[in-house]
């Protein structure tokens, strides 16, 4: 396969903003000459991560990994105010041709790409006299590689089993040029691409430990870069996908004691200020927006006319704050949500966390918190009540609602009733975040849409998603099964 989705890469002339003008271009034939230029190839690793279809939106599209994956699953519906612009995603109707599925095919090995250049090249300059240096680029470079491998891995694996064969997807570790005679990839094991991804993510451990400098700057609002904390925070995630218990436990351990948990019953503002950029919070990773560069909200929410085309199931939250699982007395009701009629059209909440910068600002151009602590310490109680450690998993349970829920009454769970609290609190803690069509692919395998579905309030076609259904997995796009022999399509298309 041919990785066509390569695009110009786009430099940085300063640290915490990631600017839209190249100042370096990769075609295969301007390779980085210079340390300076390896590190403007990875800038613009990160900036792929800004693309419309990856962690950005367009009107009514995109946001594959922040808002899509509530899309899928039964935490929004799409109200009568859409444009229809996902109706195929939204109702489960996608297909190979489907537009949405090869760009969101296409926007992680744009950014791979990228992170392979640095990888391939990095050594040729580095010195004992720029050791750290090269460690920062490096292990960025990994950590940036293994986590587009893993976002891809979620959509188009058909199951998460650690040491299966099912097929995963192509963990790329060169760079590919567009060609007749390209290499053509073929779909790994799911075994074989853990394997490949847990080596990346050690190996960014590794060096990120040894850096010549910090890579996120203290006192910043914003956290764009992925430093240590970030690797170890991946690492998590994706130890909890491949029910690797323990390594889960400590990786999230380990971000957790660098990047402490917010208390928004004490503090409010500095869990709000997350996502409009008033305060860093608990951010341990966020996509970077800059004026102009859109945001992650426009595929739910179209913050300049404030036209909400998905709302949250009366399961999450209504209205009058007494109902779902997140309610008044909760910092997340007024952080995420706004009571937002269009017209006589759609009525009820919108999910306006990513409205804009600044307590009043609705342009929409708003960061993505992708890593956030409240995520460890729900991957890590998860983990610990999967492995027999209950006590602690509710521990850390409570912990999380007792620095969200004023009032909060502590929880006494064990077995499955701990895990369905925790599954649950997920659910309410990371609306709109990326998670949840995933949580239930990699649990349940099952999606029963709530009380909505089906209504004159939502023109969704479909409210139920069953355990066999070719859906859980997207489609390898046409395009890329053609001209790659060695791709074998997913069960059912």
Excluded at 378 to 387: D, M, N, P, Q
Aim: glycine share 8%; proline share 4%.
């Amino acid at each position: 396969m041919a990785l066509t989705a390569l695009s110009m890469l786009q430099a940085c002339t300063k640290e915490e903003v990631l600017e839209l003008t190249p100042e370096f271009t990769l075609d295969g034939l301007n390779n980085p000459s210079n340390m300076d230029q390896i590190e403007q190839v990875l800038l613009g690793a990160y900036a792929g991560f800004r693309n419309g279809n990856y962690y950005g939106s367009g009107s009514g599209t995109g946001a594959g990994w922040s808002l899509m994956p509530d899309v899928l699953s039964d935490n929004l519906f799409e109200s009568g105010s859409s444009l229809a612009n996902s109706r195929a995603m939204a109702d489960w109707t996608f297909n190979q041709n489907t537009t949405q599925i090869t760009t969101f095919y296409s926007a992680p090995y744009a950014v791979i790409a990228n992170a392979n250049v640095v990888l391939r090249d990095i050594d040729k300059f580095t010195t004992s006299a720029n050791q750290g240096r090269a460690n920062r680029l490096k292990g960025q470079a990994l950590a940036i590689r293994a986590l587009a491998h893993f976002d891809l891995f979620r959509y188009f694996a058909p199951r998460f089993d650690r040491n299966s064969n099912d097929p995963a997807v192509a963990y790329v570790k060169e760079f590919i040029l567009p060609s007749p005679n390209a290499v053509q990839p073929p779909r790994m094991t799911n075994k074989e691409f853990y394997d490949n991804l847990f080596a990346d993510l050690s190996e960014a451990v590794r060096l990120l430990q040894n850096v010549d400098r910090a890579i996120n700057a203290s006192s910043a609002l914003t956290r764009p870069y992925i430093d240590l904390a970030g690797a170890y925070a991946i690492q998590a995630r994706a130890s909890l996908y491949a029910g690797q218990w323990a390594d889960a436990i400590t990786a999230a351990t380990e971000a957790i004691d660098r990047r402490p948990l917010v208390n928004g019953v004490t503090n409010p503002a500095a869990f709000a200020g997350m996502y409009n950029e008033t305060n860093r919070g608990e951010i341990i990773w966020n996509i970077q927006f800059e004026a102009g560069q859109s945001g992650p909200t426009f595929l739910v929410y179209f913050a300049t006319n404030k036209r909400s085309y998905f709302r949250p199931a009366l399961e999450i939250a209504d209205t009058l704050g007494t109902g779902g699982l997140v309610r008044s007395n909760d910092v997340r009701y007024s952080t995420y949500f706004t009571h937002i009629n269009d017209g006589t059209v759609s009525k009820g909440l919108a999910l306006t966390k990513y409205r804009g910068k600044g307590a009043t600002v609705s342009d929409g151009n708003a960061n993505f918190p992708a890593i956030r602590t409240g995520e460890m310490y729900l991957i890590r109680a998860e983990a610990r009540a999967r492995s027999g450690q209950d006590v602690l998993a509710l521990q850390d349970l409570n912990t999380l609602r007792a620095n969200r829920i004023t009032g909060n009454l502590p929880l006494v769970l064990v077995g499955a009733p701990l895990l369905e609290a925790i599954a649950n609190e997920r659910r309410a803690e990371l609306i709109g975040e990326g998670h949840r069509f995933f949580d239930l692919k990699r649990t349940t395998r099952t999606i029963q849409r709530g009380s909505t579905c089906g209504t004159s309030q939502s023109p969704a076609g479909d409210c139920r998603l069953e355990p066999n259904d070719r859906e859980w997995a997207l489609p390898i796009p046409e395009t890329v099964v053609r001209a790659n022999t060695n791709q074998a399509q997913n069960s059912g298309y």
